[in-house]
């Protein structure tokens, strides 16, 4: 992606450069590439490699730029000698001691793509809807429709999990646990759940008096608790609806004889 050409030299049907996954999905991976390489550079082929990636495909190498993008990986060489690394911004999400300074970095990762930190500064937390923020997107920013409707849930998952507008230190990156990085792979790469997706572990830890937890009941005869801070504003509703629809795909099974079978 081409994110630093202008809307107008920008080639034909391409979008602004921006993350095709979520920080927190990128953080994942960092702590996948950790696991494996500590802080070391390795060939890309082999850092992918770690990912479940069976080659250099499209969703390997945009999963490489996303985190290049946050600012969790460095390259060192070109061409076919080129290697990544974990940068410094990822050993302190992921290791640093000091939770404080794990959350500030991961806030400082949320806001290193262009397009978030702009988005960021006119609208903070308080987003428009989808309809008003994919019109900006398409005709003010140079996004392609498609463009605009993956960058949306993957920027609102995004600034949801670096908790931007919290004073408090709500988020603790060395809880993503070692057992939710080894979801088995196909040749293509990840599936679907490589979408926005919540990490275990990763909850906020909520302090607040106005905390509530609903159980809500299934069909299947299952159930469902919702904890936070209630009541929410409508804006914080429509954000919250926004992240439970880009996390779907890790969290709905399909179910046999569906529509999507057919």
């Known amino acids: 992606m081409a994110g630093d050409l202008t809307a107008s030299a920008r080639p034909k049907g391409r979008s602004p450069a921006y993350p095709s996954i979520t920080l927190e999905h990128a953080i994942l991976r960092a702590k996948q590439l950790y696991n494996k390489e500590t802080t070391y550079a390795a060939p890309v082929a082999t850092?992918?490699?770690?990912?479940?990636?069976?080659?250099?495909?499209?969703a390997a190498l945009g999963t490489v730029a996303a985190l290049k993008k946050y600012g969790l990986l460095d390259?060192?060489?070109s061409g076919d000698r080129r290697k990544a690394k974990l940068s410094q911004l990822a050993e302190v999400i992921l290791v640093h001691p000091d939770e404080d300074s794990r959350r500030l970095a991961i806030r400082e990762a949320a806001l290193l793509p262009p397009v978030h930190r702009e988005l960021w500064e006119k609208y903070g937390d308080q987003l428009p809807s989808d309809s008003t923020?994919?019109?900006?997107l398409t005709h003010d920013r140079g996004f392609t429709q498609t463009g605009a409707a993956e960058f949306?849930?993957?920027?609102?998952?995004?600034i949801a999990y670096a908790r931007l507008a919290s004073d408090e230190p709500r988020l603790v990156a060395s809880a993503v646990r070692d057992d939710d990085l080894d979801a088995p792979e196909d040749d293509d790469g990840p599936h679907a759940?490589?979408?926005?997706?919540?990490?275990?572990?990763?909850?906020?830890?909520?302090?607040?008096?106005?905390?509530?937890?609903?159980s809500v009941p299934l069909v299947s005869g299952g159930v469902i608790q919702?904890?936070?801070e209630f009541p929410i504003t409508e804006s914080d509703w429509e954000q919250?609806?926004?992240v439970l629809a880009a996390m779907r795909p890790g969290l709905v099974s399909v179910e046999a004889g569906s529509a999507s079978d057919e």
Do not use: C, Q
């Open 133 to 136: 923020l994919k019109w900006e």
């Open 226 to 228: 919702v904890s936070g």
């Open 152 to 158: 949306i849930p993957v920027y609102r998952a995004t």
């Open 240 to 242: 919250f609806m926004a």
């Open 75 to 77: 390259y060192e060489g």
């Open 47 to 58: 850092v992918v490699g770690h990912w479940g990636y069976k080659s250099l495909n499209g």
């Open 193 to 214: 759940s490589d979408g926005p997706r919540h990490a275990s572990g990763s909850n906020p830890v909520l302090t607040s008096s106005l905390i509530r937890t609903y």
